[in-house]
Protein backbone atom coordinates (compact mmCIF):
# COMPACT_ATOMS: atom_id res chain seq x y z
CA UNK A 1 0.00 0.00 0.00
CA UNK A 2 2.68 2.01 0.63
CA UNK A 3 4.60 1.70 -2.37
CA UNK A 4 1.27 2.47 -4.44
CA UNK A 5 1.04 5.52 -2.56
CA UNK A 6 4.38 6.81 -3.19
CA UNK A 7 3.87 6.07 -6.89
CA UNK A 8 1.22 7.95 -6.64
CA UNK A 9 2.80 10.83 -5.32
CA UNK A 10 5.53 11.23 -7.64
CA UNK A 11 5.39 13.45 -10.77
CA UNK A 12 4.08 11.70 -13.75
CA UNK A 13 6.85 11.42 -16.36
CA UNK A 14 6.65 12.07 -19.36
CA UNK A 15 8.55 9.20 -20.99
CA UNK A 16 5.99 6.56 -22.34
CA UNK A 17 7.55 2.78 -22.97
CA UNK A 18 6.86 2.02 -26.97
CA UNK A 19 4.44 -0.55 -26.35
CA UNK A 20 2.02 2.24 -24.36
CA UNK A 21 2.71 4.60 -27.17
CA UNK A 22 1.71 2.03 -29.73
CA UNK A 23 -1.25 1.06 -27.65
CA UNK A 24 -2.54 4.70 -27.01
CA UNK A 25 -2.46 5.33 -31.28
CA UNK A 26 -3.93 2.58 -32.19
CA UNK A 27 -6.91 3.23 -29.73
CA UNK A 28 -6.87 6.73 -31.02
CA UNK A 29 -7.15 5.87 -34.25
CA UNK A 30 -9.61 3.66 -33.35
CA UNK A 31 -11.75 6.06 -31.82
CA UNK A 32 -11.43 8.24 -34.87
CA UNK A 33 -12.36 5.24 -37.23
CA UNK A 34 -15.87 4.76 -34.34
CA UNK A 35 -16.33 8.93 -35.16
CA UNK A 36 -16.32 8.53 -38.46
CA UNK A 37 -18.73 6.09 -38.62
CA UNK A 38 -21.25 7.98 -36.37
CA UNK A 39 -20.60 10.76 -38.63
CA UNK A 40 -24.00 12.10 -39.18
CA UNK A 41 -23.94 13.27 -43.21
CA UNK A 42 -26.31 15.96 -43.20
CA UNK A 43 -24.31 17.54 -40.79
CA UNK A 44 -21.24 17.17 -42.70
CA UNK A 45 -23.11 18.60 -45.77
CA UNK A 46 -24.51 21.62 -43.79
CA UNK A 47 -20.77 22.04 -42.72
CA UNK A 48 -19.59 22.19 -46.22
CA UNK A 49 -22.44 24.36 -47.43
CA UNK A 50 -21.42 26.86 -44.84
CA UNK A 51 -17.90 27.01 -45.25
CA UNK A 52 -18.31 27.30 -49.43
CA UNK A 53 -20.63 30.09 -48.50
CA UNK A 54 -17.81 31.63 -46.18
CA UNK A 55 -15.39 31.46 -49.07
CA UNK A 56 -18.14 33.10 -51.28
CA UNK A 57 -18.49 35.66 -48.80
CA UNK A 58 -14.61 36.14 -48.26
CA UNK A 59 -13.91 36.42 -52.05
CA UNK A 60 -16.65 39.17 -52.65
CA UNK A 61 -14.82 40.95 -49.79
CA UNK A 62 -11.54 40.39 -51.39
CA UNK A 63 -12.72 41.62 -54.67
CA UNK A 64 -14.52 44.68 -52.83
CA UNK A 65 -10.89 45.76 -51.05
CA UNK A 66 -9.36 44.84 -54.63
CA UNK A 67 -11.11 47.39 -56.71
CA UNK A 68 -11.29 50.22 -53.63
CA UNK A 69 -6.77 49.73 -53.28
CA UNK A 70 -7.35 50.44 -57.65
CA UNK A 71 -9.28 52.93 -57.08
CA UNK A 72 -7.26 54.48 -54.06
CA UNK A 73 -3.85 54.02 -56.47
CA UNK A 74 -5.86 55.74 -59.51
CA UNK A 75 -6.68 58.59 -57.12
CA UNK A 76 -2.78 58.84 -55.74
CA UNK A 77 -1.65 58.40 -59.48
CA UNK A 78 -3.93 61.26 -60.56
CA UNK A 79 -3.20 63.33 -57.78
CA UNK A 80 0.75 63.23 -58.36
CA UNK A 81 -0.01 63.86 -61.82
CA UNK A 82 -1.74 67.31 -60.73
CA UNK A 83 1.09 68.31 -58.38
CA UNK A 84 3.78 67.57 -61.21
CA UNK A 85 1.84 69.72 -63.83
CA UNK A 86 1.62 72.52 -60.86
CA UNK A 87 5.13 73.07 -60.87
Request: some cysteine; proline content about 2%; hydrophobic content about 30%.
Given at each position: ?17 PLIVAEKRALEE ?10 DRREADTEIESF ?36
Amino acid sequence: KEELQKQLDEPMTITETPLIVAEKRALEEELHILKMSFYDRREADTEIESFKQTIKQLEEKLEQLRNECQELYKQKHEYAEEQIARM
